[in-house]
Antibody
Framework: EVQLLESGGGLVQPGGSLRLSCAASGFTFSTYAMSWVRQAPGKGLEWVSAISGSGGSTYYADSVKGRFTIFRDNSKNTLYLQMNSLRAEDTAVYYCAKDGAEQVVRVVFDYWGQGTLVTVSS | EIVLTQSPGTLSLSPGERATLSCRASQRVSSSYLAWYQQKPGQAPRLLIY???SRATGIPDRFSGSGSGTDFTLTISRLEPEDFAVYYCQQYGSSPPGSTFGQGTRLEIK
């Protein structure tokens, strides 16, 4: 059974940093691209970032480019999102999501974690 | 960037009725890389349809997707009580990889 378990969310001041983690199990982690998708309170879904299975290629939405860094540790089956220079508009539930296609970065998601809430406020 | 516009914003129907949800793209969606997700309150989204018309694993056959180019439709043939939720369309498969979602359609019980 595929499981994705996010952690690391919390309250942070504007300009601060936070690192999210997503522990994966139930599939061959290194052969699938992974993404982070966020949802502001009461709002819709926004794709944030994707990473290839090897970790060698990364992609970002314009809204986070230069501030967020996605990376993965395939030996630990864990995905990360390092978030710097956080703004109030980054407040959201952050989901990690598994790509539905093996060996490519397709950015369609067949499994999602339960999400972790990040609140940026003073 | 491809902008997806979903309509209607809210759809009020009764169990047993047929639901038709629309997703229109600002540019052609290549290779029909269009997906639909269902989200219930407090839960993560669930993949229903990918490739515009392929049902994901475990999705009942009352859910169907159609369309190509810029116009796509999600149809629920006969609504069950558990189908009342928010539905999002998503375009994917672009180069470089990226994705956008529609703003969602809320399907509520009439």
């Amino acid at each position: 059974e595929v499981q994705l378990l996010e952690s690391g969310g919390g309250l942070v001041q504007p300009g601060g940093s936070l690192r999210l983690s997503c522990a994966a199990s139930g599939f061959t982690f290194s052969t699938y691209a992974m993404s982070w998708v966020r949802q502001a309170p009461g709002k819709g879904l926004e794709w944030v970032s994707a990473i290839s299975g090897s970790g060698g290629s990364t992609y970002y939405a314009d809204s986070v480019k230069g501030r967020f860094t996605i990376f993965r540790d395939n030996s630990k089956n864990t995905l990360y999102l390092q978030m710097n220079s956080l703004r109030a508009e980054d407040t959201a539930v952050y989901y990690c999501a598994k790509d539905g296609a093996e060996q490519v970065v397709r950015v369609v998601f067949d499994y999602w974690g339960q999400g972790t809430l990040v609140t940026v406020s003073s | 960037e491809i902008v997806l516009t979903q309509s209607p914003g809210t759809l009020s129907l009764s169990p047993g009725e047929r639901a038709t949800l629309s997703c229109r793209a600002s540019q052609r969606v290549s290779s029909s890389y269009l997906a639909w997700y269902q989200q219930k309150p407090g839960q993560a989204p669930r993949l229903l349809i990918y490739g515009a018309s392929s049902r994901a694993t475990g999705i009942p056959d009352r859910f169907s997707g159609s369309g190509s180019g810029t116009d796509f439709t999600l149809t629920i043939s006969r609504l069950e009580p558990e189908d009342f939720a928010v539905y999002y369309c998503q375009q994917y498969g672009s180069s470089p990889p990226g994705s956008t979602f529609g703003q969602g359609t809320r399907l509520e019980i009439k």
